[in-house]
Every structure is written in C-alpha cells, then in structure tokens.
C-alpha cells in the first residue's frame, strides 16, 4: 500500500519506528509535514495540495498530529477522509480526545469509569466543585496539555482556589478531579490498536513526584493486563473514534479509572518496556483495513430524506420487552435495528431472534417520524408558581 506518515517531526523515534516497520513489509512510505499541505475546496472533488504540488495517491495516512496544530492538522486529516483515504484515527477522534473536558463528557456518557471530575468558570463555585469531587487533595488540569504539562496536585482546596483563580486570569480553562491516592504514583498505559491491546506497561512516578509520564521521570515496566483493564482500554478508544490511542488508566479501588485517551502516543517507552514490535502491529492494522476507509455515518444516511439514525431505549413498561426482535414490528415501520447496546456489552447487527431486555439501548436505521413516535416525552419538573412581590412593577415615570 501506499502509506502517507502525517508528522513535523520525522527524526522522531515514532515516527521513525513506523516508517522502518512500513519499509519492512514492503510498502510505499512516505513522512509528510502536516503544515505544508493547502486544503484545495475548488475542484469539483475534495483534493489536497503538498508544497503547492497536487498530492499523488495514497492508499492510507497516520496521523501523528501534535498539540500545537491540532485545528490545521484535524481538517488536513478530515480532507483526506472527504477523499476516501484510510485513517485509523478520524479528526473528529483526534479533536475529541485533545480536549480534556470533550473527552470526559463523551466518555462519562458511556459508563466509562473515571475520577470524579468538575468543570466550573466563577470563582463562587470552585469550593463547592471540589468538596463534589471529594474534597482535597484534588489534580487540576488544564484542558489542553500533553506529558503531565498542566496537571497539579494542589493539597488543599485554599491552595486549589488561589491555583484556579491565578490560571483563570490568563484565560486558561481547569478540571477539577479527585485525587486518587491509592494509585500511587502509578498508572496503566494501554496501547490499543483496532480492537485490542498490543501492549500494556506500568509507570511509576519517581521520588515525590505524583506524575508517572516517563518525559517527567517516571520508570516503565510490561504488564499483563487484567480482562475489564484490557475491555475499558478498547472501549474508551472505540468512543472517541480512535483505532490508534494510548489510554491511560489509574489502578482504582472500584477499577480502572481512565485518566486519558491519547491519539498520538509515544512508542519509546513502551516497545523498550515489553519489547513488542508496537509499531508493525499498527502498520500491519491499516494494511489489512484500507478497503474500509472511515466515513460519517450520520452524514451519508442522513442525506435519504425521511430517514436517519436514532437511538431507541427499550423502556421497563414498553411493549417491545421479552419480544424476539423479529417480532418487534420495528421493520414493519422502516426501522433497522444496527446494534443492540445492553449495559456494557455491544452486539453488532443482532440477529431476529435476539430476546429485547428493558434498558437495552437500539441503534437504528429508519424513518425518522416513525422512531420519533417510539420515544416517550421526557418527564419534566413541575412548574412552581411564586408569589407575586409586593410591588409588581416600579412607579412608571412621567
């Protein structure tokens, strides 16, 4: 295959590592500097242009996009998918996992488990946001920051509210999440390619340092991965659309807490620590998928007027539970059911004969009035009605 490299940054060990295991199997390699491509919206179809050249073929990218150029390099990356090329990483996998607070809303969404984490902007609701999360001592994080740059432990919620207050005045915007102390100054990098770990190393924080990042000290060991390690590692890479991700995760008492979802992670650290040939089984992955390039769903189905897709809860009370999907009547109006998301388990394509629980979670494909009507009106507070001030309304002037 044809493979284009997206990275500023050729020397570096990764990048490098993936250009040689791409030269070893044989296919066409090529490293291109994200900043030099010009997004061509002329033509009649979606093109790319490389230093002022019209770009040649390629079967698949792999995007190594830094945080510094994450807008240019998503829409770089989003070109390419207008033009049918294979990505394992989408831009919108690549946007959501930089922004910190995006990806914790996303993952939360699906039951992923993580810290408890607060999101707050007047200085009135820091101290009520960090007593939510547990209380001191809590991590701050900035929103966007890479290799523990812009994480601190402050120890008490007077030291966290000067720390807020203080990267608020420069406009930079904060997570609170709580401290978990029983990791210890450890934590699980898990490197997930498609829908497996490859390979799976511990950090340890050197010293008094609470950050395990190996750019900050921290030593690195292999481990085997636990199963619900290994099945939340794939599962919150899958959410944010990533098919190439380092997840990170704390080892918690209620198990793992996942701190992170990187979309170009390092592989020094990690093929020194387990000795895995971590980049050929990424390379080997796009090899074997770039007959499949990604594409937006939503947008292609949506284009049908009438139809979309929709996600259907089957409720306690409904009619469809103990019913054999087949029974349903859901194709008698137009709707297919895609997958069937029961708790944490997820079943593509699910056959007729698939009894529907309460709770289980349908996406489908259909007529968009028809699944409307399939959707119960959400309970809503009941209005309270005070009462009338004194003086309704200020004496009116002359």
Known sequence: ?????????????????LRAAAAERGHDVKVLNTLRFAIDLSSDAPDLQFRGRQLTDYDAILPRIGNSITYFGTAVVRQFEQMDVYTPNTANGIANSRDKLRATQILARHDIGMPPTTFVRDRADVIPAIERVGGAPVVLKLLEGTQGIGVILAPTIKVAEAIIETLQSTKQQVLIQRFVAESKGRDIRALVVGDRVVAAMR???????FRSNVHRGGSVEPVTLDPDFERVAVRAAQIMGL???????????????????????GLEGIERATRLDVAGAIIDYIDDQVAFPQIDVRERLAVSTGFGVAELVVHGDADLVGKRLDESGLRDRDITVLTLHRGTAVIPNPKGSEVLHAEDRLLCFGRLEEMRSMIPARPKRRARVKKLPKVPLPPQED
């Open 1 to 17: 295959m044809r493979l284009a490299i997206l990275s500023r940054a050729p020397r570096a060990y990764s990048t490098r590592r």
């Open 243 to 265: 098919k190439v991700a380092g997840v990170d995760m704390l080892e918690g008492n209620d198990g793992p807490q996942v701190m992170e979802v990187n979309s170009s992670p």
């Open 203 to 209: 950090r340890s924080a050197q010293g008094d340092e």
